[in-house]
């Protein structure tokens, strides 16, 4: 997932350039609690069967392990991101003009039950030409979060959402209006939500402020944990820069170029409120799951080079994982992004749409390289988005003519098992 990040290497430079000749106004802070009106069965047609053998190339599935296919025949139904919770499949499609059949087809988030049955429109964005799907949702048991914000620009209005899983309901959480907004980076734990954004400053003279925000879905309550004017002192990062459990937050500090610059990783406890900063170099795109923090250590966002760190808050233990290789020569460059961590064990990264997926143990320090197959030999799969839990590995696929040309369809593909170690083994070679 790009997610514009390479367009955030320039952000904070720009701002101090541009930022201080724009009138930053404060976002009205009015939570709204209403029920979802649009949840209606999709028009496409579908399909759940077992995988025929020959779409993934991979050793024999043991008896343990299910395998399940969904195709997606409406081109508006394109999965660039999914995630489940065991129990659902979620993905989104992006806001974009259909050349076809000359539709403007809007930003959705679709769901499917694993167990089988229709697809369901959860929500859609409420801008016109407006995309709920360009950055990722972060998911709770009860609670999807997600950002509603206009599909071309970087800088736009937006508005923060969180949606019930069990009963539907819609809550807006923080919206700014402004032409200028930039949208959140976001993270969830269980009812809590922390972002970070650029406000009105309360200091005269200064740009814009930096905000750190914890904040609880059901009751409202909402705490700043930092608040910082950015003009030669610091933001914290937004979009792919935060991450939190219930006992911490990791957020992505930028440090101002006239400061010096770089890129530190910064670990709040909830708690206690102390601070302190985990990374010494160039740490970017922080996750945390368990015990475990990761960040990526890079001083550019091309750099290919650059280490994944893996930090062990419980016993202090750390690991300096390499860039992952390809094992195929035919696709030598792995375009690794973010890190994920799932289980308190095992690492991944988005992969911006490669065909192979690098998973990283941990405890025993394998690398495991998962490998998605395009459809046909005739149509190249592009565009694949992964999502690992516990016992469920679930990727999509886009088949297009002619490797380049019309996007034909989208398949999401998964597979079920009693844990992850057994379905990573059943998926390597």
């Known amino acids: 997932m790009l997610k514009h990040l390479r367009l955030l290497c320039f952000l904070f430079t720009s701002l101090w350039i541009i930022g201080c000749n724009q009138t930053l106004s404060s976002p009205t802070p009015t939570p709204t609690k209403t029920p979802l009106s649009d949840v209606s069965p999709a028009t496409a047609h579908a399909r759940a069967t077992p995988t025929p053998e020959h779409l993934l190339e991979s050793t024999p599935t043991p008896s343990t392990v299910a395998a399940y296919e969904l195709r997606l025949e409406k081109l508006e139904m ?13 993905w989104t499609s992006p806001d974009r003009f259909d050349w076809e059949s000359g539709d403007h087809l809007d930003g959705k988030i679709y769901r499917y039950p694993l167990a089988g049955g229709e697809i ?3 929500v859609e964005t409420k801008y016109l030409e407006g995309t709920v799907g360009a950055d990722a949702p972060a ?17 736009s209005p937006y508005i923060l959402y969180a949606y019930n899983l069990r009963s539907g309901a819609l809550i ?9 907004a930039l949208p959140p980076a976001y993270a969830l734990a269980g ?13 005269d003279g200064c740009s814009a402020d930096s905000v750190l925000v914890l904040q609880n879905i059901a009751s409202g309550e909402r705490r700043e944990l930092d608040r910082i004017c950015i003009d030669d002192n610091y933001m914290w990062k937004a979009i792919s820069g935060i991450g939190m459990t219930e006992q911490y937050i990791v957020v992505e500090q930028q ?41 990526r250590d890079m001083r550019a966002l091309d750099d290919a080079d650059g280490v994944t ?14 860039y992952p290789t390809s094992p195929d020569e035919k696709y030598p460059y792995l375009r690794i992004d973010e890190p994920y961590i799932v289980g308190n064990r095992w690492l991944y990264w988005d992969v911006m749409g490669d065909i192979f997926l690098p998973v990283y143990d941990l405890t025993t320090d394998k ?32 088949r297009y003519e002619h490797g380049f040309g019309r996007l034909v369809e989208s398949t999401l593909h998964w597979r079920t098992g009693p844990d992850l170690l057994t379905l990573l083994e059943s998926l390597t070679r």
Not at 191 to 197: H, L, R, S
Request: no cysteine.
């Open 191 to 203: 009812e809590w939500v922390a972002w970070t954004t650029l406000v009105e400053s309360h200091k």
């Open 120 to 122: 369901v429109k959860v």
């Open 309 to 322: 760190i893996a930090l062990n808050l419980k016993t202090g233990e750390r690991k300096e994982i390499p």
């Open 139 to 155: 998911f709770s048991i009860d609670w999807m979060v997600f950002v509603d914000r206009h599909f071309w620009n970087l800088y």
């Open 255 to 295: 440090i101002a170029d006239s400061q010096g610059g770089g890129h530190f990783i910064h670990l709040f406890d909830r708690q206690s409120g102390q601070r302190r900063r985990l990374s010494e170099g160039y740490g970017r795109m922080p996750a945390i799951n368990g015990d475990w923090v990761a960040w």
């Open 367 to 398: 690398m495991y390289m998962v490998r998605s197959t395009p459809l046909s030999p005739y149509h190249v799969g592009l565009g694949s988005a992964w999502h690992l839990s516990e016992r469920l590995i679930a990727w999509s696929l886009d």
């Open 172 to 180: 807006e959480l923080f919206s700014d209006p402004r032409p200028q």
């Open 78 to 90: 394109r999965a660039t991101w999914l995630d489940s919770d065991d129990t659902y499949l979620y």
